[in-house]
């Protein structure tokens, strides 16, 4: 209920920097979800189905239904490719 959409991906990251663990969850309504004691902290929204996430260090990779791929940090995109 907290996300919106019906969840396809998880993964977890301390995204905050306070030493626990945020859900970061991808929907089927095209958004990267942070979440935080059942509230949602930070949205990004993406043009397709969220099929992937993986998190590292402070980088999150995502993957969408179309093959696009991409990283964010900190819900900052550093960096995409699709897929022709």
């Known amino acids: 209920t907290v ?3 019906n969840t396809l991906s ?3 990251n301390d995204v905050d920097d306070d030493s626990y663990y945020e859900a ?6 095209f ?7 059942e509230q949602s902290i930070h ?3 993406e043009n397709n189905k969220v099929v992937l996430l993986y998190s ?10 179309t093959g696009t791929i ?5 819900g900052t995109r550093l ?3 699709k897929d022709n």
């Not at 970061?24 to 309504?29: A, E, H, L, R």
């Not at 991409?70 to 900190?74: D, E, Q």
């Open 3 to 5: 996300t919106g959409g």
């Open 10 to 12: 998880i993964s977890l």
């Open 24 to 29: 970061i969850v991808g929907t089927d309504d």
């Open 31 to 37: 958004n990267i979800s942070y979440i935080k004691k």
């Open 43 to 45: 949205q990004i929204p």
């Open 56 to 65: 590292y260090s402070n980088f999150i990779l995502y993957g969408l239904e």
């Open 70 to 74: 991409g990283l964010y940090k900190k």
């Open 79 to 81: 960096w995409y490719v």
